[in-house]
């Protein structure tokens, strides 16, 4: 066996602990076919922590997730919270995690597996075989930046004012993250901005150039303006490979390009912090999926893009790039073989549960080590 991996789980609320499980059952198939052991501790997060300890994130818990090696969560809120405080609704304890680990940088892939081409919006042929990053500063810009607040004017208007601002490291450190994942990609950034007409544009353009340069001339770079890239997402989004851009462009273009998806159960992500002596970054992995309220507990579940957050950590916090390609490899045969849960079942096809779903990737995993 080689070193242990540490793992907190934190499956939260509504479904998440339905596709947490089946995350759990893909870390003992690599424990026991691929002599990949880890550290898994569980705990709570959100309205099943807050119902514990009256606060949606322990202190004990947050200890536990400065140790560890990356967090896994799955999915946090419901109805019986959206009366609380905001300082106590679950969502705050996930707001938590992302700020006490300093997880600037947050990675958004849009992947079309050919048997889900269909489920797109897009024609398939323009959207058949997707598989583009989207990295988003997540920590600064506009949703942070100072001053803000709505002011009385002195002729009885009120003015809201927001600021977009970016500093050289902010910006650098981002872009650090974009090129780095290029490199175990398609090796190709393309920096997002409007630098046209904001100045926080221009330093973004010349800092991401200046990084470039520094440390990353074996990547291809390309910088687009932001109207644009939101176009060319629709128009063509398979020329893209890494796109890297602020807060508030990142939240706008990374649910764009997941529509091009077509299905919430299959979208994962994760967001990075800044990198330790070791080049360790502080990790949270969590499909982009709510809590599902309305089918939590049926075992229904799409567990997919819970699988997939695991596939992202097994590739970026344990360079374990093999078993990620083994674990998208085996959800993508099983899409083949027309098996479906009910979100993204069609015609045809052979409808399963949650558990259902990880016996099907759990022996496609089988086969492909066979
Ligand atoms: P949602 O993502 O939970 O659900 C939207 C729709 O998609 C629902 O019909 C749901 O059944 C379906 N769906 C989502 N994931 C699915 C899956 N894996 N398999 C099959 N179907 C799936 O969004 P919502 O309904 O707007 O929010 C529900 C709760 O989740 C709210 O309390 C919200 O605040 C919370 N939320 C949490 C997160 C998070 O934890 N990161 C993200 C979004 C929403």
Redesign the pocket.
Known sequence: MTANKSLLLLP?????PE?MAQVVRVCDWLAAKRSIAFDLTEDLV?GCAYDAHGKPLADATLKTARKVDAVL???????Q??QLDFAVR??AG?LALRKERGLFANLRPAMVFPALADASTLKREVVEGLDIMIVRELTGGVYFGEPRGIFPLDDGQEKGVNTQAYTTSEIRRVAEVAFDLARKRAGRVCSVEKANVMESGRLWRKVVTATHAAGFTDVGLSHMYADNCAMQLVRDPKQFDVIVTDNLFGDMLSDEAAMLTGS??MLPSASLGAGDETGRRPALY??????????AGQG???????ILSFAMCLRYSFGLGEEADLVEGAVARVLDRGIR????MAEGCTRVG?GGMGDAILAELDLAVA
């Open positions: 939260g609320d509504g479904i998440g596709v959100g969560l799955g999915a946090v809120g419901g109805p919270y959206d679950p969502e996930l919430l159960g969590e499909p982009v999926h709510g809590s599902a309220p309305d089918i229904i579940a799409n567990p997919i893009a819970m849960t009910g979100d993204i949650t």
